[in-house]
């Protein structure tokens, strides 16, 4: 019984050590503007980078169509600058 906590407990303290998680790294692509009257607009869009492609295309496609309700079939660059525009258009 005495060695079976020993065992046991050096096996947990093996796992607890060697285990890793899921490590994501955040970018944004910037876009900014200026807009006719002189002011900066800017604005920021995310992409999740998780060392895994598939994930981190399903996530950005996610990201993408729920914050932008884009279809993706337009260039980032083309919706970001609508956006920027649409801002101040006002």
């Keep these: 019984m ?5 065992i046991l407990t050096f096996i947990l303290l093996v796992f607890v050590f060697e285990s890793k ?11 900014s503007d200026t807009s006719e009257i002189g002011l900066d ?10 060392e895994n ?3 981190d295309s399903i996530l950005n496609k996610n990201i993408r169509r729920d914050i932008l309700f884009d279809t993706l079939t337009t260039p980032i660059d083309c919706i970001l600058s609508n956006m920027v525009f649409g801002a101040s258009s006002f």
């Design 41 to 50: 607009r800017e604005i920021g869009f995310p992409i999740i980078n998780t």
């Design 53 to 55: 492609n598939i994930i």
């Design 21 to 31: 998680g899921q490590s994501a790294d955040i970018t944004f692509i910037h876009y």
């Design 2 to 6: 005495k060695y079976l906590v020993i």
